[in-house]
């Protein structure tokens, strides 16, 4: 089946670690995105990456590092210079970016918590 | 004006109520317009584009007032499984191009009861 993954469903993070998400599609996408959401708030949107080896900050790219090494993969590292983490962290794909706005399509999310 | 402003809700109404939904956004330049629905504590899942000329699609009706910039969502005889959150989505300037990416409004949480 087609479609966005993301692992682990939980992760924790302790004091001073970088942690990294997991976000793998298999719908031959271009576009990848990661999302923060928090409780009764939107989603704020943290990188996000048109094509292979090349990715843009968003709006709260601070303290978060991505790579995307390969089109199926956009990996996101939490580091410790993120001092507030705790957080749903969403992954989203869409099929192109120039010249268009495409839907997003997205994974089922991590739930990262500080120890 | 916030970027993409929904009413806050919650919306509590029985099964087979007609629930309207509404959102503003404040880039006229904007193109894209969409409806998502979340569930507790999953991911949000595309309900509907929003066009122009409005659309329908089964008991969800989508509308757009460009001049305005209004988007509206109505759900007829709504379901117990319309509970949800419904989040207006609207691209915007930042980024991904002359499009901009997709701005997320905060959602409003709907519970349909028996």
């Known amino acids: 089946d087609g479609g966005i993954t993301q692992s682990p469903k939980y992760l924790f993070r302790k004091e001073g670690q970088n942690v990294t998400l997991s976000c793998e599609q298999n719908l031959n996408h271009d576009a990848m995105y990661w999302y923060r959401q928090d409780p009764g708030q939107g989603l704020r949107l943290i990188y996000y990456s048109q094509i292979v080896n090349d990715f843009q900050k968003g709006d709260i790219a601070e303290g978060y590092s991505v790579s995307r090494e390969k089109k199926e993969s956009f990996p996101l590292t939490v580091t410790s210079a993120q001092k507030n983490p705790t957080a749903f962290y969403l992954c989203?794909?869409?099929?192109?970016?120039?010249?268009?706005?495409?839907?997003?399509?997205f994974g089922p999310g991590t739930r990262l918590l500080v120890l | 004006r916030k970027e993409v402003e929904q009413d806050p809700g919650p919306f509590n109404v029985p099964e087979g109520a007609t629930v309207a939904f509404n959102c503003t956004y404040s880039?006229?330049?904007?193109?894209?317009f969409f409806w998502y629905r979340q569930d507790c504590r999953k991911e949000p899942k595309l309900l509907m584009s929003v066009y122009s000329s409005g659309n329908e699609d089964g008991r969800f009706t989508a509308q757009l007032n460009r001049a305005s910039q209004y988007i509206s969502l109505l759900i007829r005889d709504s379901k117990l499984s319309d509970s949800a959150t419904y989040l207006c989505?609207?691209?915007?300037?930042?980024?991904?191009?002359?499009?901009?990416?997709?701005?997320f409004g905060k959602g409003t949480k709907l519970s349909v009861k028996p």
């Open positions: 989505v609207v691209n915007g300037k930042r980024g991904g191009g002359s499009q901009g990416n997709l701005i």
């Open positions: 989203a794909s869409s099929p192109r970016l120039r010249g268009s706005v495409e839907t997003q399509y």
């Open positions: 880039n006229s330049a904007s193109q894209s």
